[in-house]
């Protein structure tokens, strides 16, 4: 049982139990005219909520357009130009609005919108580039069961992106916004074409503004198309397999068993993980194995973060949001006590193996719960990884900044 008393002492538990429960709006809210973030219908799916930063500097994405939210105990304030999170009618904290930026009203000099291009996730900017996932356009529809990608197209992502279009709202971005990450995200092709449609959109943010780039599309199957990526100087990887259980995964996720299965996504996951050994050395490499908490029992999920830590990669877990329009909608969101033990093990499994965590600057993440920002949710305590991780992360703050500083304006 979860106390009012320890969602107010955690931020870390708050943020998993809104994930979980999502809240609802008082009619004294005044998201956009007090400077934040419209709710979007992004092709991140997951990214349907309210961007919001709680106490202890956690940025995040909170449902409140799902109907499990509208029965949420939770509910938003704004009193005194000041918004405050409510549970049953008790205060529980403070919040801030994600700020909207100037760049989030302006259009592209080809007219789009650039929202429609790109979108402030916490602090970094995400793309999600290209056409529609194949899986919704297949002659039988195979998309993965919790996916809205395919009933957000057009909604608020623009289908066609130009390098030139892109490139104006990274810079805006980075500029106005001071993102230090771009994350492109793509989803199934037929003839894997995702890498070869990223790779100049890669090489001119290298090339130009020195910003760290991510890369989340499916496994490609010519794996040194990964070295390819190393050297380019991508900083992440990310495969999203979702779910461990072999049953859950053929079932929900039908179109990534049928053209890939889960053995491929996880050989991809190893493969990539061992290229942090190789250069560039002054670029940092992360490989990620994502998964959903809450589609498959929290056994399983920590078994997937047992062996995406076993190859050194870093798991990311996002929660089970059950979205309007897709298959799922009906489904539970779960439940935040069955949530916790798989975000404790998160930090702990990241701890023990020595993996850089945390180490990214600037990076703020509102759609997952950060490995490092679980760690008030366990007891353990890592003293002498702490202090490398710190260590890392300082030298890396220090080469980054330079290479901001050396980036043509
Ligand atoms: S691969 Fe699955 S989750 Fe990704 S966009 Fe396609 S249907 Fe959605």
Same mark, same amino acid.
């Given at each position: 049982?979860?106390?009012?008393?320890?969602?107010?002492?955690?931020?870390?538990?708050?943020?998993?139990?809104? @994930?979980?429960?999502?809240?609802?709006?008082?009619?004294?809210?005044?998201?956009?005219?007090?400077?934040?973030?419209?709710?979007?219908?992004?092709?991140?799916?997951?990214?349907?909520?309210?961007?919001?930063?709680?106490?202890?500097?956690?940025?995040?994405?909170? *449902?409140?357009?799902?109907?499990?939210?509208?029965?949420?105990?939770?509910?938003?304030?704004?009193?005194?130009?000041?918004?405050?999170?409510?549970?049953?009618?008790?205060?529980?904290?403070?919040?801030?609005?994600?700020?909207?930026?100037?760049?989030?009203?302006?259009?592209?000099?080809?007219?789009?919108?650039?929202?429609?291009? &790109?979108?402030?996730?916490?602090?970094?900017?995400?793309? @999600?580039?290209?056409?529609?996932?194949?899986?919704?356009?297949?002659?039988?529809? +195979?998309?993965?069961?919790?996916?809205?990608?395919?009933?957000?197209?057009?909604?608020?992502?623009?289908?066609?992106?130009?390098?030139?279009?892109?490139?104006? +709202?990274?810079?805006?971005?980075?500029?106005?916004?001071?993102?230090?990450?771009?994350?492109?995200?793509?989803?199934? @092709?037929?003839?894997?074409?995702?890498?070869?449609?990223?790779?100049?959109?890669?090489?001119?943010?290298?090339?130009?503004?020195?910003?760290?780039?991510?890369?989340?599309?499916?496994?490609?199957?010519?794996?040194?198309? @990964?070295?390819?990526?190393?050297?380019?100087?991508?900083?992440?990887?990310?495969?999203?397999?979702?779910?461990?259980?072999?049953?859950?995964?053929?079932?929900?996720?039908?179109?990534?068993?049928?053209?890939?299965?889960?053995?491929?996504?996880?050989?991809?996951?190893?493969?990539?993980?061992?290229?942090?050994?190789? &250069?560039?050395?002054?670029?940092?490499?992360?490989?990620?194995?994502?998964?959903?908490?809450?589609?498959?029992?929290?056994?399983?999920?920590?078994?997937?973060?047992?062996?995406?830590?076993?190859?050194?990669?870093?798991?990311?877990?996002?929660?089970?949001?059950?979205?309007?329009?897709?298959?799922?909608?009906?489904?539970?969101?779960?439940?935040?006590?069955?949530?916790?033990?798989?975000?404790?093990?998160?930090?702990?499994?990241?701890?023990?193996?020595?993996?850089?965590?945390?180490?990214?600057?600037?990076?703020?993440?509102?759609?997952?719960?950060? *490995?490092?920002?679980?760690?008030?949710?366990?007891?353990?305590?890592?003293?002498?990884?702490?202090?490398?991780?710190?260590?890392?992360?300082?030298?890396?703050?220090?080469?980054?900044?330079?290479?901001?500083?050396?980036?043509?304006?």
């Amino acid at each position: 049982m979860i106390t009012l008393d320890a969602l107010r002492a955690n931020p870390a538990l708050l943020k998993l139990d809104l @994930y979980c429960k999502g809240a609802r709006l008082d009619d004294s809210c005044y998201i956009e005219g007090d400077g934040g973030r419209k709710v979007m219908r992004t092709r991140a799916g997951l990214g349907s909520g309210l961007e919001l930063i709680l106490p202890g500097e956690l940025w995040t994405n909170v *449902p409140v357009s799902e109907p499990f939210a509208q029965k949420s105990p939770y509910t938003i304030h704004r009193a005194d130009g000041r918004y405050l999170l409510r549970h049953d009618g008790r205060d529980v904290s403070p919040l801030r609005l994600s700020p909207r930026p100037d760049w989030y009203d302006a259009k592209t000099g080809s007219g789009k919108p650039m929202t429609r291009i &790109g979108t402030l996730q916490g602090t970094y900017l995400g793309i @999600y580039q290209a056409k529609v996932c194949e899986y919704w356009t297949a002659p039988t529809k +195979v998309n993965c069961k919790f996916c809205s990608v395919g009933l957000n197209l057009g909604v608020d992502d623009a289908n066609d992106k130009s390098v030139a279009e892109v490139m104006e +709202v990274v810079r805006r971005a980075r500029d106005e916004s001071g993102i230090t990450y771009v994350d492109f995200n793509t989803g199934h @092709y037929d003839g894997d074409t995702y890498l070869d449609i990223l790779e100049p959109y890669i090489v001119r943010i290298k090339r130009e503004l020195g910003l760290l780039v991510g890369v989340q599309t499916p496994p490609h199957r010519d794996l040194r198309r @990964y070295d390819g990526l190393r050297e380019m100087g991508v900083n992440r990887v990310s495969f999203c397999f979702e779910i461990f259980d072999r049953g859950l995964f053929e079932e929900i996720c039908p179109g990534k068993h049928a053209e890939y299965g889960l053995d491929y996504y996880l050989e991809a996951v190893r493969y990539c993980a061992a290229l942090a050994r190789k &250069g560039p050395r002054h670029e940092p490499w992360v490989t990620n194995g994502e998964i959903i908490g809450g589609l498959e029992p929290p056994e399983s999920s920590i078994r997937a973060i047992d062996w995406i830590t076993s190859v050194g990669a870093v798991p990311t877990v996002c929660v089970f949001r059950p979205l309007v329009g897709t298959d799922l909608e009906h489904a539970a969101p779960p439940e935040t006590e069955a949530m916790v033990p798989v975000f404790r093990r998160l930090y702990e499994a990241c701890m023990e193996r020595g993996l850089p965590i945390g180490c990214a600057p600037n990076v703020h993440v509102s759609l997952v719960m950060l *490995p490092e920002e679980c760690r008030t949710l366990s007891p353990r305590r890592y003293p002498l990884t702490t202090l490398k991780l710190k260590a890392m992360a300082a030298a890396f703050g220090y080469q980054f900044r330079r290479r901001l500083q050396a980036a043509p304006a």
